[in-house]
Every structure is written in structure tokens, then in C-alpha cells.
């Protein structure tokens, strides 16, 4: 919405189309349309992958008789395609993902190498099942048929499926000790925050990033806030910001959580009148040393974003 290009090239016929009374009007019936203080105003990237395609694709090559390797799909990213599709507000699109993810399935049980990653994925499918009832929150609105998964929490379990066969990597350990502790995952919730943001491991920065960039690739709606709300994630990023432990790079982390939630014209809202959000942002200001202009460049885009969202809230209670 934010990104929507004018026709006129110039500056002046620019500012003639925006002024215009119809113009206007169609504009504020847009906005009221989509909804869009329970919306991130950003625009997706370029680079995305979409679905749309991936999906018809994943299913013909998992196909009863197929002989693609299922751990090949694993190791290669392709099956946290469908998993992230779980969080789709389209319910056919949501539909395409759960029937890929169910010939995966099917094509598992018939691979007779690999038994410990068979063993791992197959506990994979299984906590993903359980952890579906903790998503449905109005059955009336269709969501017993394909239920929508929290984009935090879908996106928590697609990239745990990227790390879990990797021993190398820092988040190996936690993140298959959390799915083996786990029979189902609190979708409400951001998943195993505690654990990851408090490591106290050797990886520990690594491992409080990686949920850091959760959260903030997560972030797309008021629910995903509210997930996010319900983890008292806000308070801690916040407290968390100051702290020794705290480096250059996990600020700018944090900054982008915050970014990501301020993006949301509510959430943003919500942030300034109940969260003393102003008064945090001036004090990160005041204590950022000469030099650290990522950090200052980091809050620009804060600010810019809050203008945005406040303009959004505006717009909308007209």
C-alpha cells in the first residue's frame, strides 16, 4: 500500500492526483477495504519464492510411485516451503501445503534408508499434527478444514527443519532438543524464546539472533503481535537492548523485531500509548555512540515506519 506508484511522472501532476477529491476517496476505500492497521504495510521481496508454483511442483514429484528422495526435499529447504505455507490467509493455498506435506508423508513411510532421519522426521510430522489444535482459535470461520498456523510459529518450525539435520550449525542442539521435549508446539507463543533469547552456551548469539530474525520475518499481522505479546517478547527486547551482553549486531537485531512489529499500524499503536515505545526510541538515540550509524539508520527506519503506521490509523478511523 505504501509502495503504490503513481502514474504521473512529474512532481506537480503528482501532487494534482493525490489532492483530487475522487482520488482521495478511492484511496481511503482501499485502505478501509484491506484492512490495513491489522496489516504490515511492508511489500514483499522480489526474491520470495512463490508458492503458487512450488506447490503444484512439490506434489508431482511426490507422487505415489515417485522415486524422489524425501531427505534429498529435506536437506535442499524445499519442504519448508509448504510448512511456511501453513500460514497462509488463502485457504486454498493453505490446502496445496497440507496435501504436499501429507505425500511427503506417504512417501516417507516407504524409504528404507536414512532411519535416523526417517525417525526424526516422522516425530517432526507427528508434533506438527498435535500442534494444530493449539492454532484454531474460531472454528466458525472454516479454520477446522485447513487451520492457519501463526506465521512466528510456522516459521519457527520451517526453519528448524533446515537446521536439525545439521550438526554444525549453532541452533542443532536446542532446536532438536526442543522438538524432542516437545509433543506438541504452543502455537500461541513464540517457540522456545525463553531458551534461545537466555542461552547461556557458547552459541549463544548466534542462537538469540536466529530467534530474533524470527520474530522479525514472522511479524506480517495483529495476530502474529499478539503472539509476540503473549511471549512478554516486548519488555525483554527492550531491557535486553542496554545490557553488556548486548552487541552492536544484536541490536540492530533487535531493532528489526521492533521494526517489524511497528509496521503494523495497531501493533504500532498499541506500542507508543501502552509500552512507553517514544520514550525507549529517545533513550536508544541518547545512548548510541558516535560512529554507530547502522544503529542510527536502524531507528530512522523505525521512525519513518511510525509515520506510516500513524497515517495508516488515521486514514482509517476516518
Keep these: 500500500m505504501r509502495n503504490r506508484k503513481i502514474k504521473t511522472n512529474d512532481m506537480e501532476g503528482a501532487i494534482k492526483t493525490l489532492v483530487s477529491r475522487d482520488e482521495s476517496r478511492r484511496i481511503l476505500a482501499i485502505m478501509k477495504e484491506e484492512d490495513i492497521v491489522t496489516h504490515s504495510h511492508f511489500e514483499e521481496g522480489d526474491t520470495i519464492y512463490d508458492p ?7 506434489s508431482h514429484l511426490l507422487a505415489p510411485g515417485s ?10 529447504g524445499l519442504l519448508s516451503v509448504p510448512v511456511m505455507g501453513l500460514s497462509s490467509h488463502c485457504p486454498l ?8 506435506l501429507h505425500r511427503f508423508h506417504l512417501l516417507l513411510e516407504t524409504e528404507t534408508r536414512h532411519k535416523n532421519d526417517k525417525l526424526l522426521l516422522t516425530d517432526f ?8 489444535s493449539t492454532a484454531i482459535n474460531t472454528p466458525s470461520e472454516g479454520e477446522l478444514k485447513n487451520p492457519r498456523l501463526p506465521a512466528i510459529g510456522a516459521l519457527y518450525l520451517a526453519r528448524a527443519l533446515m537446521v536439525c539435520t545439521l550438526p554444525t550449525e549453532p541452533l542443532y542442539k536446542p532446536v532438536n532438543n526442543f522438538l524432542i521435549a516437545k509433543r506438541f508446539v504452543d502455537l500461541t507463543v513464540v517457540p522456545d524464546f525463553l531458551s534461545l533469547f537466555h542461552d547461556s552456551e557458547v552459541d549463544a548469539v548466534k542462537r538469540r539472533q536466529w530467534i530474533l530474525d524470527v520474530i522479525k520475518d514472522g511479524t506480517k499481522t495483529i495476530a ?4 509476540v505479546f503473549k511471549t512478554m517478547c516486548i519488555k525483554m527486547l527492550m ?33 507508543v500509548e501502552g509500552h512507553g515505545f517514544m520514550s525507549w526510541l529517545h533513550f536508544v538515540v541518547r545512548s548510541t555512540e558516535t560512529g554507530c550509524a547502522a544503529i542510527l539508520k536502524g531507528v530512522l527506519v523505525i521512525i519513518e515506519n511510525m509515520i506510516y503506521s500513524t497515517a495508516f490509523n488515521l486514514f482509517a478511523r476516518r
Design 125 to 132: 510430522i507427528s508434533t506438527l499434527r498435535q500442534s494444530l
Design 224 to 227: 502474529d503481535v499478539n503472539v
Design 93 to 100: 493455498m493453505r490446502a496445496a501445503a497440507y496435501h504436499v
Design 239 to 271: 531491557d535486553f537492548y542496554d545490557t553488556i551482553i548486548s552487541d552492536r549486531k544484536t541490536k540492530l537485531k533487535i531493532l528489526g523485531a521492533l521494526n517489524s512489529i511497528i509496521a503494523i499500524p495497531r501493533a504500532c499503536e498499541i506500542l
Design 52 to 58: 503458487a508454483f512450488l506447490f503444484p511442483l512439490l
Design 67 to 76: 522415486v524422489a528422495s524425501s531427505f534429498r526435499l529435506l536437506r535442499s
